[in-house]
């Protein structure tokens, strides 16, 4: 079991947005850990079109297992309603290299996103994009 001093992450909800905050690179028990909670967090999202706030806060790339961690778990997530991405790169020197991994893995995985700099600037364009998402639906 991982101890809250382990964690690496948080995540939380605000309405259809699930936010993650990453703090660092983690694989191991602590990825599990991960997976697992957002496993959580989807099941009770999926009956809605949902979108994913994530903030990379810290130096670190994705090592090609984590990659691919994460290009499942995004798969997971897009399976289960998920039809957008915000991402935010807080005091992160290798963001241009982040990005380039991550848009290789939102591309592949066909789901909408966006890379920002600013969190309320994610969260306003997560938010229209739901907005104009579900009237279209409506």
């Excluded at 703090?23 to 099941?43: I, L, P, R, T």
Aim: overall charge negative.
């Amino acid at each position: 079991m991982v101890t809250s001093e382990e964690k690496q992450y948080r995540i939380r909800r605000d309405n259809n947005i699930l936010e993650v905050d990453l703090s660092g690179f983690f694989s191991g028990e602590v990825a599990d850990d991960y997976q697992h909670a957002v496993h959580g967090h989807v099941e009770e999202l999926k009956d809605n079109p949902w979108a994913s706030l994530i903030v990379f806060q810290g130096d670190y790339i994705l090592s090609p297992e984590s990659e691919q961690q994460l290009t499942e778990l995004t798969q997971y997530r897009v399976k289960n309603n998920m039809v957008a991405i915000a991402t935010v790169f807080i005091n992160n020197k290798h963001a241009d290299i982040q990005q380039m991994q991550l848009t290789r893995i939102y591309q592949s995985c066909r789901v909408n996103f966006h890379m920002f700099s600013s969190i309320d600037m994610a969260k306003r364009w997560l938010n229209s994009f739901l907005d104009a998402k579900n009237q279209k639906a409506g």
